[in-house]
């Protein structure tokens, strides 16, 4: 049962940030993860993947979860049944990132802040889309980062991680998002 | 033949232009029902278009959560001031974001709808779904209001209006030149009959009618008129010849007459004179040798001296009548009254002690001769007198009556009258309904009236019955 095993730690996390920001109630929290998981979803309808990532229709659209799962059942309940261009969604969590090839969105967990740029390097030039709400994630060469203004939640993009990935992100998700990085696309 | 009350002419525009404003009405009133119709597909064309644009970018604000981005994107829409309200609802249906950004309860409904377009009373609104990548994210809903298609009615109308007040103007033109084509040989043929049978000239033609219905007609009517103006013409020379032949009778006839006449006066005239010698040798054998003849010789000598008086009397009365024939009439003035009174004295001389009621109407003075009348007077009086005789209390009235512009003047008495039968008879010569035993007379009194009257350009006629009395009439031309 190493789910259950997992699942200890994030409710000990949740206890403290609860406790730690009086202002913002328990739920608040659970729903962020809940507004994430959605917009993980919709990410997959504002990028465009190579083709070479997903070359057959029998090969699932892979959402991965790399270190501790902060979603809970959130983003297995708005994937499930849902297809992206013709391929299955399918969730699958991940320890370590040798194993993240098949993903083509990668939500780095807040639990490897730690080896981020490490994971980032490894991933560098990969056709995977990462995704995490670490601090200047995509500062730090992440190509989406969940930054929370204004008790809103935005986006952050890093073009140039994201042109090095050869993904193509809509206009209409630029728009919606704060970009960072370098200006300039660099080829 | 008096002229129409209604002239083909206005018959004719009338027609036409009633045809020409009907088929533009039906045909302005398609136009308009057609131009609304496909305006309002056009309408909802154009809403639902700008409806997916807003919705294809409005995709990321609705997935990403951000209402104030999809605020903005519908603000887009304040360019436009046809459209009143614009809603975003999310995937579960909720309000997300509105156009204007506060809008009064009800403008927008509170969760979305079903997807499609419809009319609502002065509005069109539209809700298409948001999705991207075939990923519904939520539902647009649009509302504009229609005065686009209200401004387009009216200008439709105004279009549909000027045209049918242009084209009814050269409607008008044009139907007033048709007309003019049409009708024209029609009047013409119009004004030719009234000329004829108002003025029966028969020499008129309708010619030049145009080659249709009417130039046969007209031609039809000029046939008709050469026809009617050939028979005239036959009519009048026969009546020409006709009085030709008549006048030259009537002088054959009065040549005749003349000598019939100068031939009976030389007659009468000879006859005279050895009648007298009868008469007078009868009287000079009656002195001579009246005493020594008998009773019955000198009856004989008697009777025939009396019968060469009544010859000669007879042959008297003839010379008058062919006198009165040929004798020159000298008109004047006659005073009929006066003249009638002293034909009455002396009749009244001649009837003696027999007991006589003249009665004379209001008589006047008339144009004529006067010894011809005093003539026709006394043998109408004299025979009133005689045929009175056998009556106790005689009565003869004489009256004149104006009637259709002649003068009638009637002698009645109650004497012994004649059978009307014969009354035919009355006026020829030597005709006598009575014996001379009965009446004397020659017989020649009446047709001498006769004879008189005609020549004064009158007419004589009689009525009467047997014992009742008779009335004898002369009329004489005003």
Redesign the interface.
């Known amino acids: 049962m190493p789910v259950l095993v997992l699942r200890i730690p994030i409710l000990a996390l949740l206890l403290t940030l609860i406790l730690a920001t009086p202002s913002v109630a328990g739920t608040k929290l659970t729903h962020e993860y809940d507004?994430k998981a959605?917009?993980m979803f919709?990410f997959?309808?504002?990028v465009e993947w190579p083709r070479e990532a997903l070359p057959e229709k029998t090969t699932p659209f892979t959402i991965g979860i790399l270190g501790e799962d902060p979603f809970g059942k959130s983003l297995d309940e708005i994937v499930a049944n849902?297809?992206?261009?013709g391929h299955k969604l399918l969730v699958r969590r991940f320890q370590h990132v040798n194993q993240t090839d098949s993903c083509q969105i990668l939500f780095i967990s807040p639990s490897e802040g730690s080896r981020l740029d490490q994971i980032l390097t490894h991933l560098n030039r990969r056709s995977i889309l990462t995704v995490g709400d670490t601090k200047d994630f995509a500062l730090r060469s992440g190509i989406i980062g969940f930054v929370i203004s204004d008790k809103?939640?935005r986006?952050a993009v890093n073009l140039a991680a994201a042109n090095a990935a050869g993904l193509t992100i809509?206009s209409?998700?630029l728009?919606?998002s704060q970009i960072v990085g370098p200006a300039r696309v660099q080829e | 033949m008096k002229a129409p009350r209604t002239t083909i002419r206005r018959k004719l525009v009338t027609a036409m232009m009633l045809t020409s404003t009907t088929v533009l009405l039906l045909v302005g009133a398609v136009f308009v029902a057609h131009d609304v119709v496909s305006f309002r597909r056009l309408l909802v064309q154009a809403l639902i278009t700008r409806a997916n644009i807003l919705a294809a970018n409005s995709t990321a604000a609705l997935a990403f959560r951000n209402p104030e981005d999809a605020g903005q994107i519908l603000a887009a829409l304040k360019t436009d001031p046809r459209m009143i309200a614009a809603a975003l609802y999310d995937q579960k249906g909720r309000l997300f974001a509105t156009y204007p950004a506060s809008v009064p309860p009800g403008t927008v409904p509170p969760a979305s709808g079903p997807i499609g377009h419809r009319f609502e009373k002065s509005d069109l609104v539209v809700s298409q779904p948001v999705a991207e990548e075939g990923q519904s994210l939520g539902t647009l809903y649009l509302k504009s209001d229609l005065k686009e298609l209200d401004d387009r009615l009216r200008v439709d109308a105004m279009v549909v209006l000027l045209a049918v007040l242009g084209s009814i103007v050269v409607a008008f033109a044009f139907s007033t030149w048709l007309q003019r084509r049409i009708a024209q040989p029609i009047l013409t043929l119009a004004n030719v009959a009234r000329n004829v049978s108002e003025h029966k000239d028969y020499s008129l033609r309708a010619k030049g009618a145009g080659d249709d219905e009417v130039g046969v007609l007209a031609g039809a009517f000029d046939e008709m008129l050469s026809e009617i103006q050939q028979r005239d013409k036959e009519i009048r020379q026969l009546n020409v010849d006709l009085e030709r032949r008549v006048n030259a009778r009537t002088a054959e006839l009065e040549g005749a007459n003349k000598e019939l006449e100068a031939f009976s006066y030389s007659v009468s005239h000879d006859l005279r004179a050895p009648l007298r010698h009868i008469d007078g040798f009868v009287e000079l054998l009656a002195k001579h040798a009246g005493p020594s003849l008998d009773e019955k010789g000198r009856r004989h000598l008697a009777t025939i001296s009396t019968a060469a008086q009544r010859m000669g009397a007879l042959i008297d009365d003839l010379l008058v009548f062919s006198r009165m024939g040929r004798s020159e009439m000298r008109k004047t003035s006659v005073d009929l009254a006066a003249l009638t009174e002293e034909v009455v004295q002396e009749l009244k001389a001649d009837a003696g002690n027999r007991c006589v009621e003249w009665k004379l109407g209001k008589l006047p003075t008339v144009q004529g001769d006067p010894s011809m009348l005093r003539l026709v007077l006394v043998n109408l009086l004299a025979n009133a007198l005689k045929y009175s005789g056998p009556k106790e209390a005689a009565r003869i009235e004489v009256e004149a009556q104006s009637q259709n512009g002649e003068l009638i003047v009637s002698v009645r008495d109650n004497g012994v009258g004649f059978d009307p039968t014969y009354s035919h008879k009355l006026f020829g010569v030597f005709q006598r309904l009575h014996g001379s035993d009965e009446f004397e007379g020659t017989g020649i009194g009446l047709a001498n009236v006769r004879r008189i009257v005609s020549r004064h350009g009158g007419r004589t006629w009689a009525d009467g019955t047997i014992n009742e009395g008779a009335t004898f009439y002369f009329s004489l031309p005003k």
């Open positions: 507004l959605a917009f919709h997959a309808q504002f849902e297809e992206v261009d809103r939640l986006l809509s209409k998700l728009r919606q």
